[in-house]
């Protein structure tokens, strides 16, 4: 079995996905002395929660291996979510057993029989059908699938509440603890039942396979009755067989078959008629329809199985949340095989997966899909959520009513068109892609969306064919954010892209953002962090391959390839386009190269394949009034720990008062929040605690005492920050101790804090850790070493240069540059020990901290004739970062800027 799942994940890629792009990749890595490697991140970086899929964590080992997936997922040509081939890619994604019982006792018996004999009884395929029902019956009887409380609550998870522009600091922080509180309870409610997940995917993909072959039978041997036929099988399960004239049905049932007419189904659906009847099953073989419901409606899978096949027909869709193809603890499935249809629902729908799966599969027409927000290919935590449009010009449509009040008075947050989301810090995110084979598609979406995801899961956006316009805000258009995996591939046609920023191939957070065009005259408009840029140690791709494109990026600081050194881990912002002749608003032109941060790049060539965001609206000017803070300590921490935007004009006062509280007070509250998972409350304490320190003596040894006993790695880390800011010496024993842990996350958060406190003495403990079997832990020892070795090199120091780990080798260079300058003696020992193009390049980034003597400059013309193109690249870039004119032409003299060019130019060749 797993061989046949590899063989369909993977076999079609050398067929669709290019290995031209694959050519691009490396030499765009290898110009900037990276490989794929690079791209590892840390899947650790935080804590494992209960429901992170393996597939997910395997992406953080190679992150470029998610086009692929995105890219296999649903490009096969006989692709259909009934085949045993995708059960098992669905099954082994969602990490379900892959055989158990799917059936029950029941049997069709004699009095039905009877039944349809004298309404069918001149029917000529009469026994065939009473075996299909047979099947289907046999499948869908079923007994309640979960716990009174879950089926009562989950889907409140996946509700958002339109927020109140009048919210108060405390209702926010209210909220957030609320809701924080009542969603554990019942992840750990879901993770005790999530055998209900197996069961539901297992009945639903087989239900949906004899559903298959029943409406394949009725369209060689319609039924044609003058009146519906409803009979009842085991009390509350009907089949209801239409007319051939137009019907119309006001109730869900488990089986509703209508061979001819333009039918109406006006549904009322509610849980506590779901509950009885968990498998709604519908086919429709003709007619413009029209399907009008609430909640739980059409496809949709509710701790069951939702599945709706209309065949030919101009149909509209109007539903409620949780509908649409739709599974939540369930599988859910709407399929449309022509007509040019309408869709249009409220929250977490067309095509979303929660605890299960759902799919809206279009096989053609001209659609119109409109949703408020979570859906149109949405996976929600231990979901896949796939919509997948096979023909015609479509338009896709978010309407979201949830406005992003911490940020914005006129954007709102969508999550559509290809996007997943996790519950952050208690549970991570599903898989949600949004698969478009062909024709001139509009996509529109606001913040989050068009191939985005947030915490721990995989969003995707893929359009094969057609000239597309995607226009969004933020957080979109391939972006990754805080550990999750965001892409957007377009194969063809002339596009256009719009978006503010956080988008177009944005990576933010320990997270990748790519966007991939193949071909076409494109177009493209962003603000900032966008077009292969993002920051906070993500990996940022920007590849468009063929066509005259153009380009606006108006911060151009941070946008065409850029990304940020923080916490020193790898990071990567590429722009790259390969073809063409493009036009810039910028100072950067077509077949050019230039580097604009640390590992940002920015790349235009012919390849021969064969050889900060602008501040938000901040209302601190409109507030000139005092605010009344409160004494109560509670009160006054969430006014504290609140999200800064909108306001500032609280917050920092806030954290200012605790100074003037008696500190026998504010002691033991303070110390309570120490182990907050809430990433506010952290910051609020990282403010507030160097301020009340020196506000009592008492402060020392509560620090103290909690480095020395805690285990937890939230209160290490805030009692290391506040040793750190205040040169507490007397911690360094506890620091000895720490930093030998078995604990990786402890022992490079310690690493990381010795080189901050600056103590020399603590030199032979970071060596004796040097040889560490973890990487994360060696890159915060070199960067210590780097701070405290002040240019002065050991031969245990020196060894960094060389590591296999990008990450290792940044942070050593990091440390390095926090000393005033390198000597030249320096410099020459770390060339000696650079082996390779990986570790010369990482050395070349300390040429900005040389002084300028004649021997430097005969050591860097030397240099310079020794080193490959692009190390020569990074190497003049360095100079030039130097911004000392007279100094960078003098090393010029000899190294003329037009041949280099031109040799840079041949490189691509």
């Known amino acids: 079995m797993k061989t046949a799942i590899v063989v369909f994940f993977f076999c079609v890629f050398q067929l669709t996905f290019s290995q031209e792009l694959d050519a691009v990749i490396d030499s765009s890595f290898s110009f900037i002395g990276m490989s794929k490697n690079d791209l590892r991140m840390p899947c650790d970086a935080v804590d494992k929660d209960s429901f992170r899929f393996s597939t997910i964590c395997d992406f953080f080992e190679n992150p470029l291996s998610t086009l692929q997936f995105t890219n296999s997922f649903l490009s096969n040509q006989q692709f259909s979510p009934f085949s045993q081939e995708f059960y098992q890619l669905l099954t082994k994604t969602l990490e379900l057993p892959s055989s158990q019982k799917s059936k029950s006792e029941y049997t069709l018996n004699s009095k039905d029989i009877t039944n349809f004999k004298k309404v069918l009884g001149s029917y000529p395929e009469y026994p065939q059908l009473i075996q299909y029902l047979q099947n289907i019956v046999s499948l869908g009887i079923s007994s309640k699938n979960s ?9 409140d998870l996946l509700r958002n509440n339109e927020a109140n522009e009048q919210s108060t600091v405390y209702s926010f922080k209210l909220n957030e603890i609320s809701s924080y509180n009542q969603s554990l309870k019942l992840f750990d409610s879901i993770h005790a039942n999530r055998q209900i997940i197996s069961k539901v995917v297992l009945t639903g993909n087989l239900l949906s396979h004899e559903l298959l072959q029943l409406q394949n039978f009725l369209l060689k041997n319609p039924i044609k009755i003058q009146k519906q036929f409803v009979f009842t099988v085991d009390k509350h399960y009907r089949i209801v067989i239409g007319s ?28 506590e008629t779901l509950s009885k009847v968990p498998n709604r099953l519908i086919i429709d073989l003709q007619g413009d329809d029209i399907y009008k419901g609430k909640d739980y409606s059409f496809g949709a899978g509710y701790f069951g199985s939702g599945i709706l096949f209309d065949v030919v027909g101009n149909d509209h869709y109007i539903a409620g949340s949780l509908s649409l193809g739709t599974g939540v603890f369930g599988f859910g499935v709407l399929y449309d095989q022509g007509g040019n249809d309408t869709y249009s629902s409220a929250v977490t729908s067309q095509g979303s997966g929660a605890f299960g799966f759902g799919i809206l ?23 896949i959520g796939v919509l997948r449009e096979e023909g015609g ?8 009513p949830f406005l992003d009040v911490l940020r914005y008075d006129n954007h709102f947050v969508t999550f559509t068109q290809g996007a997943s989301l996790g519950f952050r810090p208690i549970a991570s995110g599903g898989i949600g892609i949004l698969s478009d084979t062909e024709g001139n598609d509009k996509y529109s979406s606001d913040i989050y969306g068009q191939g985005t995801a947030y915490w721990f899961g995989l969003g995707a956006l893929v359009d094969s064919k057609g000239e597309d316009v995607y226009t969004s805000y933020q957080y979109a258009q391939g972006s990754g954010v805080h550990l999750a995996f965001g892409i957007l591939l377009d194969s063809a046609g002339n596009d256009v892209y719009t978006s503010h920023g956080v988008s177009q191939g944005c990576g933010h957070d320990i997270a990748m953002g790519a966007l991939v065009d193949f071909s076409g005259d494109d177009h493209y408009f962003a603000e900032s962090l966008s077009l292969g840029s993002g920051n906070a140690n993500a990996s940022s791709l920007f590849y468009d391959l063929h066509g005259n494109d153009s380009y606006v990026g108006l911060n151009e600081t941070n946008t065409f390839g850029y990304s940020d050194f923080r916490r020193n881990y790898g990071m990567m912002g590429i722009f790259c386009d390969a073809f063409g002749k493009d036009v810039y608003n910028s100072i950067l032109n077509n077949n050019s190269v230039t580097h604009k941060s640390t590992y940002g790049t920015f790349l235009d060539f012919n390849f021969n394949v064969n050889s900060d965001i602008v501040s938000p609206k901040n209302d601190q000017g409109a507030v000139t009034k005092s605010y009344p803070h409160s004494d109560n300590l509670d009160s006054l921490f969430m006014e504290a720990s609140t999200p800064l935007n909108s306001f500032q004009y609280i917050v920092t006062p806030a954290r200012k008062k605790f100074s003037s509280i008696p500190q026998m007070e504010v002691i033991p509250f303070l110390v309570s929040k120490f182990s907050s998972v809430f990433p506010r409350d952290r910051l609020a304490l990282e403010m507030i605690l160097p301020e009340v320190y020196d506000k009592s003596t008492l402060w020392k040894n509560v620090i103290l005492d909690s480095l020395s006993t805690s285990v937890n790695l939230r209160v290490l880390s805030i ?10 010496r007397e911690a360094l024993p506890f620091y000895r101790m720490l930093l030998e842990s078995q604990n990786w996350k402890v022992a490079s958060l310690i690493a990381e804090r010795i080189g901050e406190i600056g103590d020399s003495t603590c030199i032979s403990w970071l060596q004796n850790q040097s040889i560490s079997n973890h990487p994360y832990v060696r890159s915060k020892v070199a960067l210590s070493l780097g701070i405290l070795s002040k240019g002065s090199l050991q031969e245990t120091s020196s060894l960094f240069i060389q590591d296999n780990e990008q990450v290792v080798r940044n942070n050593f260079v990091a440390g390095l540059l926090q000393t005033d300058s390198i000597p030249l003696v320096t410099l020459q020992q770390l060339f000696k020990k650079s082996l390779t193009s990986y570790s010369k390049i990482s050395t070349l980034r300390l040429l900005q901290k040389i002084e300028h003597t004649p021997l430097v400059t005969s050591f860097l013309l030397q240099l310079y004739a020794s080193l490959s193109i692009p190390e020569r690249s990074i190497l003049l870039n360095e100079l030039v970062n130097k911004r000392n004119k007279s100094y960078f032409a003098s090393v010029l003299q000899t190294i003329k800027v037009k041949e280099t060019n031109e040799i840079l130019f041949k490189f691509f060749q």
Not at 244 to 271: R, V
Not at 719 to 728: E, H, L, P, Q, R
């Open 147 to 155: 716990s009174e409380y879950l089926y009562r609550n989950v889907d």
């Open 244 to 271: 051939s004239k137009n019907d119309t049905y006001t109730s869900a049932e488990f089986l509703i078959i209508d061979c001819l007419g333009d039918d109406s189904y006006m549904f009322n659906e509610s849980k």
């Open 361 to 383: 599969w279009d096989k053609g027409g001209n659609d119109i899909y409109t949703v408020q927000s979570q859906g149109q290919g949405f996976g929600y935590t231990l979901g």
């Open 393 to 400: 010009n479509d338009y896709y449509l978010t309407s979201s």
């Open 719 to 728: 009692c290391s920050y506040v040793v750190t800011k205040k040169k507490i």
